[in-house]
């Protein structure tokens, strides 16, 4: 990281300075241990005891932050400490943008390439493909025929898109991502085998869309699996074909959602949640950690269980789950009375 003065970060955030506007700051660094130039953040109220004792040169923390005790270090007062931390962090990462093409790299002469562009060791891109300025595509990456790519999207290492998908711009996609494999399609037959129905469509992701490590989004029949813009997967997602994620909608680690459901704008899914298919899902709509989304949801909804449905109703039937083994033993209690009234 290169250094810069509490003041400089202020100026580039539009925001103040309580202390030294002279504090050089030169990496980023957690608030409950912090490092000499160290730059953290503030903004959980349960870490506030942190930055009494933080070796951090500098910290982020809100307008209307009010220190009880003394402090070491110098503040810098933004509106939103956590969004100005990763606008940060943001500009920090551009910085460090690669460039130039591999000799290694396999490249289409029919492929068109824009400006500013890297392409890593041994990068295999097909005829057709069109990729916009200032990608990155890490090594071991494959893209097949006719793959359009916007600006400013990256592919790490190992990312596999498949023919006909089209991508948006200032897209991140990480490691072992593959985008556009064959929606899971086969018809029964009356000898019990299964014949396999062609996946013709392709797969559709706007901009602003992070897919994690390990996520697999499928083609489409027909038409195209769609993920709107601002999506975020994490890791381990399946997304099969047909399917239509979103805008901003955001999913944790180890979901999957089933063939041609529909998930409106603003959701958000914990981990480990399981859509069934064909299913339509409005916008706004929270699902809790492991629950198994049977039936469709309107706008608003909360919903949480296996099978999932309103959060609080359900955190109730927990509860009464919970005293099972305590209502057994007195319905047996009862019994045993009952039978002993009834000689």
Sequence with gaps: MMKFTAQQIADQLGARVEGNPDAILSKFSKI??????????????????????????AVLVSDDFEPSKPLTCT??????????FAQLMTFYQQQRRKSGISPFAAISDKAVIGKNVYIGD????????????????????????????????????GVKIYHECVIGNHCT??????????????????????MKIPQLGNVVIEDNVDIGANTCIDRSTMGSTIIHKGVKLCNFIQIAHNCEIGENTVMAAMCGVAGSTKIGKNCLFGGQVGVNWHLNIGDNVQVAA?????????????????PAFDAKESIKCVAVY??????????????????????
């Excluded at 996609?173 to 299964?194: M, N, R, T």
């Design 122 to 157: 041994f990068v295999s891109i097909s005829e057709g493909v069109v990729i916009g300025d200032n990608c990155e595509i890490y090594p071991h990456t494959f893209i097949g025929d006719n793959v359009r790519i916007g600006h400013d999207t990256i592919l790490h290492s």
């Design 290 to 306: 492991q629950s198994a989304v049977n039936n469709s949801f309107k706008s608003g909804s909360a919903v949480f269980g296996t």
């Design 75 to 84: 503040l810098i007062r933004v509106k939103d400490p956590y969004l100005a």
């Design 173 to 194: 996609f990480h490691s072992g991502a593959i985008i556009g494999a064959d929606g899971f399609g086969f018809a029964p037959q009356e000898d019990k085998q299964y």
């Design 322 to 343: 919970r005293q099972l083994p305590k209502l057994l033993e007195r319905i047996q209690e009862l019994e045993a009375q009952v039978e002993k009234l009834s000689k």
């Design 32 to 57: 409950d241990a912090g490092e000499e130039e160290g730059l953290s953040f503030l903004a959980n109220p349960a870490y506030t005891h942190y930055i009494y004792d933080t070796k951090a040169t």
